[in-house]
């Protein structure tokens, strides 16, 4: 597992972590230089509809949401017309999952044959040994639904050399995608995902997230 090893064997290994910062406990070079957040997608009607478009047509701003993101950004009334589908918790949707795979393959050192590792977390039985497993980036897509008895989307993902890490948290309608400033800037840039910057999860205190400077 990599450095991921001894937060994994503490015992305390249930949802998942969050990296380091560059200089964090676990070293210099450990952490990442950038991240933000990827918007799982929301559906009116079957048409993908962006979060801040959705929250704009009740004069609300995401950049105003003091918590975590997950399904309670919708929990106040917005100005939604339609059969609205909320943005999937604790997985993106496969359309999200698809995009975020082709970008991170043009930073990955073998493209979308890049060896990764996943890691899924125990969610009811809290003592069950966490099982790491190893395999290409496409696979990500080929193997999307189909998940062994038990389990459910990976917690953690990353490709071997360690050069990005992925966190999709099993009560949050958003993933978390840490890496160097370039992939980061490409993701917040890409017109076919809402990528966002948002406080970490880390950064929360009693739910609500405590705002950089």
Known sequence: MDGLRPLLESGEAVLGYEPDGPDGPAGPGQGFADRCWVLHTLRVDGRPVRWAEALAGSGRRLADWPFTLSYLVFRDPVALVGEVELPRIGEPDR???VRLVEVLARHSADGQATDCRFASAAIEDLLRPVTAHR???DEAVAHYGVWPEGSQFPAHWWPSDGSWFVLTNWD??????FGPPALIAELLADTGLEAVRHPAVAEAAEGAARWPE
């Open 95 to 97: 359309d999200c999952l």
């Open 135 to 137: 395999g290409r980036l």
């Open 172 to 177: 949050l309608s958003a993933t978390e995608v």
